[in-house]
């Protein structure tokens, strides 16, 4: 059985490793839709087609499971997709409720994209979690651009990221939550950022769900056979995203067009 992972860019790979993690002798397949990335910024209505379009694609190739591994397209189109698709479908939402459990000082922050901080799902989440806390919402796209670029570290990439977190810090923020997968390879410079702060990322809950998902569907369990294959797929140029792909995924590997 193949699980097939998409995102916007690269930033679902973060998602794609914790899934790896937790079933490492499946076939992966990731599409990283290069062409429309950043979907933050894009309509609702262009985020779903492209959202329905990219995981059509990846049942196409034999996925029998696909992942949202974007919070973004998760806001905007997981419905569309569990109604359209014939194969179980795996979202993801910021995560609210573990954060508002974590916190010290009543603030918690969620670092997101424009596009899954304004969504109807983000503010039922709050709604439904952030009663109790002062919920600051902060829309990153340079962050997101350093992950498509492949920059995670270094004093470019410390400051972008510390010109978001600092400020946070500086008015009482002690728990960060992670609310768009290109944010877990900054981890490391978030950290440096907010050294005391407590940070969430819903990566190895979306890879539990993922699993029994997988294994609800027919899939074997257990821990037998060799590694599965990865396949890495774009719709932009793979000669030009093969090179920061390789540095958040942390080897090299071969990417291919998708045509969709």
Not at 106 to 122: C, I, K, P, Q
Not at 176 to 185: D, E, M, S
Not at 244 to 254: F, I, K
Request: aromatic share 4%.
């Amino acid at each position: 059985m193949s699980i097939g992972l998409f995102d916007s860019g690269l930033g679902g790979l973060s998602v794609a490793r914790a899934v790896r993690a937790a079933l490492p002798y499946r076939d992966l397949i990731y599409l990283a839709d290069t062409a429309y990335c950043p979907y933050g910024p894009l309509p609702v209505e262009q985020v779903r087609t492209r959202s329905l379009a990219c995981a059509r694609w990846l049942v196409g190739r034999g996925a029998r499971v696909v992942v949202v591994a974007c919070n973004t397209a998760t806001s905007a189109a997981v419905e569309l997709l569990r109604t359209s698709l014939a194969v179980p479908v795996v979202g993801m939402e910021p995560g609210l409720k573990p954060a508002v459990a974590a916190t010290r000082t009543g603030r918690v922050a969620v670092l997101a994209t424009s596009g899954t901080l304004t969504g109807e799902r983000f503010a039922r989440l709050v709604e439904r979690f952030g009663a109790r806390v002062e919920v600051r919402t902060v829309a990153c796209p340079a962050m997101v651009r350093l992950v498509e670029a492949g920059e995670l570290a270094g004093p470019y990439a410390a400051s972008v990221v510390a010109g978001y977190v600092a400020p946070l810090v500086a008015d009482g923020v002690d728990t960060l939550v992670l609310g768009c997968t290109h944010f877990p390879p900054l981890r490391a410079l978030i950290a440096a950022a907010a050294p005391e702060a407590t940070i969430i990322d819903t990566g190895p809950a979306v890879a539990a769900q993922t699993a029994r998902v997988a294994l609800a569907a027919g899939g074997r369990a257990g821990a037998t056979g060799d590694a599965g294959r990865l396949t890495f797929a774009t719709t932009g140029d793979p000669l030009s995203v093969a090179p920061a792909l390789a540095r958040v995924w942390g080897e090299s590997v071969d990417v291919e067009r998708a045509a969709c």
